[in-house]
């Protein structure tokens, strides 16, 4: 539904569309724009949806340009197929151009994480520092590692409207990937939540959730989140262990108990923590998998029935 023209997120739609998939945002083209601008296209299993959810938004107007804040899995999985319905251009941030330009799996972190992806094409860097021009808007490219050492956010200064992707939400932030594969993240992070605090801002897009307007407290839910995970590392692991177990049912939806033991045996990260924090009392990183599944089922966030595990 059209925004008023007081609200900072005026010729915005925003498409809130859970966890497997990030949000969408389109920006509606401004006067003399040849179309609107897509931020983030979603996962490879809600491709089909993510293209009627645009047609319908854009309600016959042209779409100009897709931008990915980042490539993990639930932002560009749908690149390819987007780019191909509307035959628009893809920016995404530098650092892994090469990688996209060969495909190469490893650098883009879905063979590490044992997720879906559809190969896909770029045709343009968006650049910390530079600016896109979509809806009538200035929108200041800014980096915005810890999540992912190559996000970015983008920020409408004269309107106040942050697109956070997964640096911000109302209730913390992404899991920090470089901490989990034996790398510095958290003091990027810390940074990042920094020069949030420094900008003017009104609304907050994130990646997951519904948009938001108090910045200050979530930033503060954010800096007491990220105080815990630096004391006890240890604690980001077994979370990210149970994010993505739960992601992987939310992509097959159900799996025998027995096979998803062996994907997360074979997924590189998940090797990784266990041998950088493997669990007291625990001999083997199928008990652990196990031990997650059954924690999980306990939480409601899946069910075990007769040796499958399904989502829930």
């Known amino acids: 539904m059209p925004r008023a023209q007081a609200d900072p997120l005026a010729g915005i739609y925003v498409l809130e569309r859970g966890w497997l998939s990030s949000n969408n945002v389109l920006v509606h083209a401004g006067p003399g724009e040849a179309g609107a601008l897509l931020v983030d296209?979603?996962?490879v299993n809600h491709a089909p949806q993510t293209l009627d959810l645009v047609r319908?938004?854009?309600?016959?107007?042209?779409?100009?340009?897709?931008a990915n804040t980042h490539l993990h899995s639930d932002h560009c999985g749908g690149n390819a197929t987007l780019r191909q319905a509307f035959g628009v251009p893809v920016l995404m941030p530098p650092g892994l151009a090469e990688a996209v330009d060969t495909w190469d799996e490893d650098r883009l972190s879905y063979r590490a994480t044992g997720q879906r992806m559809a190969p896909f094409r770029h045709d343009g860097l968006l650049r910390p520092g530079e600016s896109v021009r979509a809806g009538g808007r200035d929108w200041?490219?800014?980096?915005a590692p810890g999540h992912d050492p190559h996000m970015v956010m983008l920020f409408d200064r004269a309107q106040g409207v942050l697109l956070s992707a997964d640096a911000l939400w109302e209730n913390?932030?992404?899991l920090i990937f470089p901490e989990l594969e034996g790398e510095p993240g958290f003091d990027?992070?810390?940074?990042?939540l920094d020069l949030i605090a420094g900008l003017p801002v009104r609304v907050v897009v994130p990646g997951h959730g519904a948009p938001f307007g108090d910045a200050r407290a979530a930033l503060e839910r954010a800096r007491a989140r990220l105080h815990g995970l630096r004391t006890d590392p240890a604690r980001h692991a077994r979370h990210a262990v149970k994010v993505l177990v739960k992601y992987h049912l939310m992509e097959e939806q159900s799996q025998p108990l027995p096979g998803l033991v062996a994907w997360a045996e074979g997924t590189p990260l998940l090797r990784a923590v266990w041998e950088r924090h493997p669990p007291a009392g625990l001999q083997s990183a199928a008990a652990w998998v196990e031990q997650v599944v059954m924690e999980l089922a306990g939480s409601g966030a899946l069910r075990v029935e007769g040796g499958r595990v399904h989502d829930a």
């Open 172 to 174: 913390g932030f992404g």
């Open 140 to 143: 200041e490219v800014l980096a």
């Open 56 to 66: 319908h938004a854009l309600a016959g107007r042209p779409l100009a340009c897709i």
């Open 41 to 43: 296209t979603a996962h």
């Open 188 to 192: 990027d992070q810390q940074a990042v």
